[in-house]
């Protein structure tokens, strides 16, 4: 079992700088892949950013050039950094992670943290 929980969520205004930590536990040495999703209300959850288990990243068109993901495996740590927010990313934000156990592949998600980007 993984589990990861999530921080760093807040109030910013628009043009400002969060950045989002993700920290997993449990057989984290089973990770191969994690990403950060976001849901805004009344919207389907949205991939926002992915590091695969081939080590490539991923981003949303949305937030190309404005966002970066980035992983510490020294402290089991996902990190989101978000630059230049614009009031549509405000959204929930969630950490995945996808871990194998024995020959399956399992799937877990964070409980959220709200970001808001004030106009």
């Known amino acids: 079992q993984v589990q990861l929980v999530e921080s760093g969520g807040g109030l910013v205004q628009a043009g400002g700088s969060l950045r989002l930590s993700c920290a997993a536990s449990?057989?984290?040495?089973?990770?191969?892949?994690m990403g950060w999703y976001r849901q805004a209300p009344g919207k389907q959850r949205e991939l926002v950013a992915e590091?695969?288990?081939?080590?490539?990243?991923n981003y949303a068109d949305s937030v190309k050039g404005r966002f970066a993901v980035s992983r510490d495996n020294a402290k089991s740590t996902l990190y989101l950094q978000m630059n230049s927010l614009k009031p549509e990313d405000t959204a929930v934000y969630y950490c995945?992670?996808?871990?194998?156990?024995?020959?399956?592949?399992?799937?877990?998600w964070g409980q959220g943290t709200q970001v808001t980007v004030s106009a």
């Open positions: 995945n992670a996808h871990y194998r156990v024995t020959t399956e592949s399992e799937n877990s």
């Open positions: 590091i695969t288990g081939y080590g490539t990243l």
């Open positions: 449990g057989s984290v040495g089973n990770i191969y892949a």
